[in-house]
Structures are given as C-alpha cells and as structure tokens.
C-alpha cells in the first residue's frame, strides 16, 4: 500500500462500516422468529447436501447424480421401508432423488447467483464509476434484458444452445445480471461521492485502485444480501426450466425433473385419486421448503436494510 | 384541600375567569420496540379563553404530545394513561378524555384546530390546496352551504336558460330535500349512485369554494382563485403555511394550536406569518396556544408562557413575568442561552434525557446547578407562589407530587 | 392539461430505443445459428421443398452477408408479420399468434383484475392491522404463494379438484362444449369462451368455459398477487407515518376516509409502478400455468415449442414478451403522471 493510504487503512475492524452493519444484521436475525425459521431451514438443507452421500450412498463407479433405478416398470410405487420416499415413474428411487437434488439445488443456485453477482458488480461499478456514454450504453443493455420474463429469456437461450442443467445455469446468469448491475451503479454512484474518495484521488491512486479498495467495498454490502433472496428464485426457475423438459434429462437427481416425471400419475387411479401423491407432493415439499426457507432470510436481511423500517 | 399554597391553577374553579381548556395531571406514554416512553408525566395546564399560551421548551419536551392531547389525538403507539382534558363551552364541560371518537371529530377541525410545523408535510401531495382546506368546510359546516347552495340555486333556476337551468333546478330539489331531512333514506341511496350523487356534491362544492376564497384572500394570498386549483409542490413555503392556517380557520375554532409554525420558514417569511396570525386572532376571536423553542417569537406573541422540560411543567406566568423574573433554573437558562451581542453565549450543561428511564424526582435536576438532595427524591409539583406565577420547584416551596400509595 | 400531452408523447418517443434494443437482442440471440437454420425462420410453408428452397432464401434474404444487412432485412421481415415458421404446429409463426393469443388473453381478463385487487386488499388490511392477526396471515400468504412454484401448485390443484372432485377439469372446453363451439350454428365473435357464450345466449359453454378457467386463474392469482401485496403493505405503512395523515384527523376526517382517499391515493402510486414486473411475471405463470393445465394458449405454445427446438416460436414469444414489458411501463408512467400531481407539473 501506499503510504498515505496506509494512513486512511488505519481505522480498526470494528470501527469499519461494513462491519458495524454486519453485526447489526446479525443481531437483528437474532430477534425475528421468521428470519431464524428461515435460517434454520437453510442450514437443514445444507446439512441435507453435506450429508448426501452418507444418507443415499451413491453406487461405485456411476454418476451420482443420476438416480439409481430398481426396475423398468413406469408405475411408480407408493412409500416403503425399503423406498422410503417410494419410487418414481420408471422406477427410480424417490428417496435418492430428493436427497441428492439438494445438492443440484444448492449447484444451481450458488454458481447462478455467484456468477451473476460476479458480473453484475463488473457492470454496475464500471457503469456507476466511470458515467458518461459507457454508463449509458450499459444500462440500455441491462434495460433491454430486463424486458423479458427471466424464465422466457432463458428459454430462449436454451432452446438455441440446447438442453441441459449446463445451460440452464448459463441463462440464469445471463438473466440475473442486470439487477445486480444496477444496484451496485446504485451504490457506487453514492459512494464516490464521498470524501475519502475524493482523498485517494488526490492522493494519485489509480482509478481501479480507488475502485477496488474503496468504493467497492462500501457499496456492495446491499447487493450482495439482495442476492440471497435472489437464490430462492433461481432455484424456482431452475425447477421450472427443468419441469419444462429444457433442464435436466430424465433420470436426473433434480426436484423439478421429478415433477415432470410425476405429470402423468397426478390422477392416481380409479378409486384412489391419490395412489401416487408420493410422485410429486415429496419432491414439491423439498422445492417449496428450500425456496421458502431462502425467501424468509432474505425478507429478514431485506427488512433490516431498509432505513425507514429501521428507526422506529 | 387542606394545603394552603394553592397547587392548581385556576383552582378556583371551572367556570370562573372564562377558562376553555383544562390539562389535569395528564400522564401520555408511548409503546415502542426500544421501551415505555413516559413522554407525558403529570402535566396541569389551563388555556383562558382569548389568550394567547405560549408553551415553550426543548424538542423531547413533550410540548406537542400536550397539545395533541388536547383534542385528545394522541398517534399511537402513544396513550393517555392518566388524567383528564376538559373544555368548556356555553358553560358547559365536556372531558375529551372521556368522550368516544364520533362526537371528538365533531370538535376537531370545528372548535379545536391545529397548524402545523412543516407546510409541506401537512398538506396531502396529490390533491388541490383549495379541497383540501374546502374539506373542513364539508364536514363541519354542511348545513350552511347547503342553505348558501340553495339560496344561489333558486337564482340560477329564475334567471338562467336551457340545459343548466335544468340541471339546477334538479340540484335545488335534492339541496332542499337535504336541508328538510339530513338523515333521508332516498338522499342517503342517491348519494351511493356515482354519477347521480353529483347533484349534491356539485353545488355544494361551489359554495364551499367560494368560502375558501375569500378566506384565501383573507390570508393575504393574492389571486386566490387559480390558487386553489394548484398543488402544495407548486407553492413557496410561506404560501404553504397560510394554506395550513386557511384550513385551521376554515371553520372559526374557539381554541387554535399552532405547533411551531414559523421554524421551517424563513426569517423575512416568519415575520409576515406572525403579524398575519396575529391580526387573525383578532379577527376570528380565537383562542391561541402558541408551541415553540424560540424565545424571541415568545416574546412577540404571547401573553402567558408555560415552560416544559422532559415531559413536565417548570413554570406558568404572564410573557412579562417570565422575562423579567424568572424562577425556574431551566426557565433561567433558556433564557440567558438567547445569543445577545456583548453576552458571552452560554448553554445549559447536559442533554435532554432519554424518557424511557427518566431522572427520578425532579427530571430537570442532573442538569441543575442549584439542585438539591431532596430534588433526586421528590419531583416538586406545579404551585402559585405568586398571583398568576406558578412554578415546581423546591427552592421555591415544598409541595411534593405524590405519588400513588404515598402518604401526603 | 397541457403537460400531460407532452408528456405522454415524450414517453412515447423514448420506448423507440429500447424496442429497438429489444429487437436486437432477439436477433442476436438468433445469429447463433447458421445461415441454413435461419433461412428455416423464413420458410412459411413447411415440407421437404423447403430445403431446396433454402439456398434460394439465403440469396434473397442476404443471410450470408454483412450483420448490419441482415439486421435490417429481419426487422423489416418482421414489421410485415412475417415471423418465421414454427415447426412444431406446422403453421406459420403469425398465425399460430392469431389462433392462440385469444386462450391467453380469456386467461388475463379473469386474473389480472383478481391479481391486482387481491393483492391491494391483503397489502391494505395488513397495513392497518399492522402486528395484528389480519396481518400475519396475509403476510403468510404472501410468502407462501412467493416460495410456491407455480408448476407445483398448478399440479397439486389439478390431483385435488380434478383428480380427487372432478369438479374443474383442465383443457379449455369440455368435449360437448367443443362440439358446439365448432357447430356451423355458433359465431366466434372474439376467440373468448365466456364471451362468445355470452353474445352467442349459450349458457352451457358459458358455465363449462368457466369451470375450465376456474383452476388456472387461481393459481395465477395464488402465485402472482404476493409481489403487489407486499408493496401495498409497506407503501401503506409508509403513508400512514406521514403528517398530511395527522393533518386530515385534526380536521376532524373520519378514520376510514383517512385511508381510503388520503393515505391509500398516494400508496397506491408505487403500487402501480410494479405493473412492468407483473406483466413479466404474469407471462411466466402464464407458460407454466397453461402448460400444465392443456390451456392451449400463447405460454402452452411456448413451453411446447422450446421442447421441441422451434426456435422461431420461442424467439417470437420472447420477442412479444419484451414488447409487452416495455408497454406496461409506458402505460404505468403515463398514469403514474395521472396519479401524482408532482410529476406532471414538476
């Protein structure tokens, strides 16, 4: 570092802005039951996904995200001990399937939202940063992406580059871009405004230096809790894609895949409209948990970081 | 009572020297996330009618809460927890406190109106000025303008021609219909219908748009009639102010507060709204509680002051009085804190207290430089040491407020 | 009113660009593929002649040569309504537009209105009832029809009161009801059941177009109105806070006046600047919602064609999508300057 920025380093961690606010959402989580139920839910399936292969072993030698089959008849049959979450059309092991398809979830989501807050906060802190004709010419792109439904756009991308979780992921990414564009632009437009950036600058730093080093880091805190939220509609539209045949083929460990298997035994059948709930209420269960349990962190992050639901 | 020292004001009694409003030991707290707000403890006040009060005190000090109390308003989280407000009309009381929402929003806007701090908060964005002080007007004065309407109506209908004679004469019936019998069921049913219920609003509006022109040009707002139709966004401040004083007099209130009306405004402005509020005080006849910080406009406007701090009463006298010889030490600092040239600027050590766990005793003593032991134990109560002078405060008598279980 | 003229003009003139931009993108997306594919996008009659005709469509449309040409020629392609050919209906693009748009458009005449008004009552109850039991469970609602993947509820309406009741069958028109609505007797006036039903005095297609619309409707107001409820919520709250509301209660206006016409006029204002969002949602729940209920609609076509790589179908889906977002904005700005008086005037 540069001498004299070591001297505008100097203020201590506790004293820094983005820890003060961490620790008052952390206190804040603390005492609002439906953001603690949300969290609780979120480490449940985390420990879900951690404990994947000890829970549904995974067979040697074979893809383990690919369900293990036990039969080729398409009825699928109802709970058991031996399939505790029955087996879907084709036979294909429910159980597996659900418990494994965390871990899709969880792939889906962190490498979409990681990729589109990557991209995102390049975009937004180039455009907020520099202005003039490259932040307008940015923020028309974002405008023009933003036209479209998320789940149409990525539709579209997947029907010109084919199917594919693969794929998927990519147009969610290309999709979930812009709103982190334009939230960063957001802050950095604040920030740099501020007057310890105004001392860097006549300090000599680089532009990149000063954007890096300190806009950045003071700006980016709102975006990047916005994007939890965002991982409980990445996963929906993931499922959605899925269900829609364009994500994960059949025989993928994925929840909306096995919906879309479910669609046929929806009417169970006579006498028994639901012989086959298992099909489709177990792995709905495990898609609207995790969404929800995502949805009411964010909402709890989303609360506190609102100034005018802070003061009371 | 068997003390000799009077300890109310005006404890004569209710129906002497023409009191209008009465504050006895009111108690308001507010409910927050943070704790129990104990904005309010125990406050006795009196309004004479035709004065002007003058209440003054720091922001925290709880001027406004009294005041809203007084037409027993208080926003929620907030709550009167004790006491009693009365007002006295024709002789007779009527404790606010008491009274149940339907006949209070009788007397608020009507006989109990407020002006408030910030112009451009007070007035609703998204309507014209002119309805939105025409809107006291319909509520509390129907009666007249449907009598104006119809006495313009029955005009229109002998002089006027084709499809507006027409139309007036089908307002005429249902005005008159409306002033016969207010609670008729078929006016009631029509003025469901959303094209038809017109004949009624329409003339009804008219005149009370008149009455608000005039009262516009009565506010020394030129070219009132184009003013009416503008929105608060398209006005100065000071022309927002006397908006908010337009609809305050709208409906000739006995009992007028004004919570410092003239602090946002500019100084030149604050000038011209002081002079014009108190020409129409005279005017109107109206009473006046004047809320401020600021001891100059005290000075320029009131004829008594009380003085709050943190939620109590420090003193009570005639503005003279209060200038000139000061009693209460807080009374005495905000006073010497006025900057004068040639005056070293001194402030009162301290700060406002947190209300939520307020001093004991006296709340003004940790900041005190004459307090006392017994200030910590005791709060002193509100007591007439001389005609018309009251204060709390033991350097000045011995009267403690007693507390529940506590003996005298 | 003068200023609102110029307003809506200026409006108007500023979607140009970004209709553009919209377009471009749709035609960027499409330069992925070879110049054989895309001359498939021009084919309007499908057989096996198209491929000899392709080279020769190549030539005419220029699709070997410079972007900027081909960006122009496309455009003006499309300007005439010639979208291409979707392989998976075998009709041209156009006229699987024409055919299918009036299945979505019955869709959107229920559930919109249901939408917004659903979502502007929780949000309004929630906020007066602040802490209240009204408001938790509206705010539960909310957050359950925001976490509920539209394919699932839809599913699960579907196993429950047809699987289980039989009472709301999917598809648009029960079997009988098809028969008649392609009698030479009845007269398609709009495209819309209910409608026609109406014009045509039959009260059998009515009934039966309206128990076919019963389950999809509802899961697209269960899935859709959380987003408004929750902006109404806290909107509302935020106006509640304010002075002008204290001001009207010390006229003396009545509590529920206070609401309805002081505090909830100016509430609604960022209420309604949600509408882009929702029409992009709507769209949405729209693929999924017709997809699983055999609602032969716009999204039913859509979901149909990606699977089967008819790109020309899914671009020109898309492409009517943008087109939809960016005039809901429009019409939302122009009745935001309606609504709130600073806009126009400032």
Known sequence: MMPAERELAKVPLRERAWFKELMFTLRRIRESPLSLAGLAIVLFFVAIAVLAPVLAPPRPGRDPFVMPRYGYLATPKPPSKEYPFGTAEGQYDMFYGCIWGTITAFRVGLIAVGGSLAIGITVGAISGYFGGLVDDVLMRITDVIYAFPGLILAMAFVTAFGVGLDNVIKALVLVGWPTYARLTRAGVLQTKQEDYVEAARAIGASNFRILVKHVLPNSIYPVVIVSTLDMGSMVLTAAALSFLGLGAPIGYADWGQLIAMSRNWILGEAGNPFAYWHTYTIPGVFIFTFVLGWNLLGDAFRDILDPTLRRR | ?408 | MGGMRTYIIRRLLLIIPTLLGVSLLIFAVSMVFSPEERAALYVTEGSLKAAARIEAIIKKYGLDQPVYVQYFKWLSSVLRGNLGWSKSLNIPVSRAFTELWPASVELAIYAVPLIVLTGIFLGKISAVHRDRLPDHLSRIFAIVGWSLPTFWSAIVLLAVFYGALGIFPPGRLGPEAQSIVHSPGWVEYTGLYTIDAILNRNLFVLVDALRHLFLPVLNLVIVGNAGIMRVMRSSLLEELHKEYVMAARTKGVPEKVVIDKHAMRNALIPVVTLAGIMVANFMTGLVITETVFEFKGLGYWAAHAATQLDFPAVLAFAMFSGIMFVVANLVVDVLYAYLDPRIRLG
């Open chain 2, 1 to 408: 009572m068997a003390s000799q020292v009077s300890t109310n004001p005006n404890e004569r009694g209710p129906h002497s020297q023409n009191t209008l409003m009465e504050v006895r030991d009111l108690k308001v707290r507010f409910y927050t996330y943070e704790g129990v707000v104990k904005a309010i403890d125990g406050v006795d006040l009196d309004v004479v009618e035709g004065e002007t009060l003058g209440i003054v005190g720091e922001t925290g000090s709880g001027k406004s809460v009294t005041t809203y109390a007084m037409m027993n308003l208080i926003p929620p989280p907030g709550r009167i927890v004790g006491g009693r407000v009365i007002y006295y009309r024709d002789g007779r009381s009527l404790v606010l406190t008491e009274m149940n929402e339907e006949d209070l929003r009788k007397l608020r806007g009507a006989e109990i109106s407020r002006i408030f701090q910030e112009p451009k908060a007070a007035l609703n964005p998204v309507f014209k000025v002119g309805d939105q002080v025409a809107e006291a007007i319909l509520i509390h004065r129907m009666e007249e303008m449907l009598q104006r309407a119809s006495e313009s109506l029955s005009e229109e209908v002998e002089r006027g021609s084709g499809i507006r004679k027409v139309i007036a004469s089908w307002e005429l019936a249902v005005v008159r219909r409306a002033l016969k019998n207010p609670d008729d069921i078929l006016l009631k049913l029509l003025l469901k219908i959303p094209v038809l219920r017109r004949l009624y609003w329409s003339p009804v509006k008219r005149e009370a748009r008149r009455e608000v022109v005039k009262l516009l040009r009565l506010m020394g707002i030129p070219d009132p009639e184009r003013v009416y139709d503008m929105y608060p966004h398209e006005l100065s401040g000071g022309m927002q102010q006397r908006i908010v004083i337009a609809t305050a007099l709208s409906c000739n209130p006995r009992l007028l507060i004004a919570d410092e009306p003239t602090t946002n405004l500019d100084v030149t402005v604050e000038a011209q709204i002081l002079e014009l509020m108190k020409e129409l005080k005279r005017k109107f006849g109206s009473t006046l509680v004047y809320i401020t910080h600021d001891m100059g406009v005290i000075a320029e406007m009131a004829d008594r002051v009380a003085v709050m701090y943190a939620g109590t009463i420090c003193e009570v006298a005639d503005v003279y009085t209060i200038f000139k010889s000061p009693l209460h030490p807080y009374t005495r600092g905000l006073l010497e804190a006025i900057p004068m040239p040639g005056r070293e600027l001194k402030d009162i050590p301290g700060t406002v207290p947190n209300l939520i766990n307020p001093p004991s005793g006296c709340r003004f003593h940790p900041r005190c430089s004459k307090a006392m032991e017994k200030c910590k134990q005791y709060k002193p109560k509100l007591v007439e040491v001389e005609p018309g002078h009251w204060v709390a405060c033991f350097l000045y008598h011995d009267v403690r407020v007693q507390e529940e279980g506590e003996g005298v």
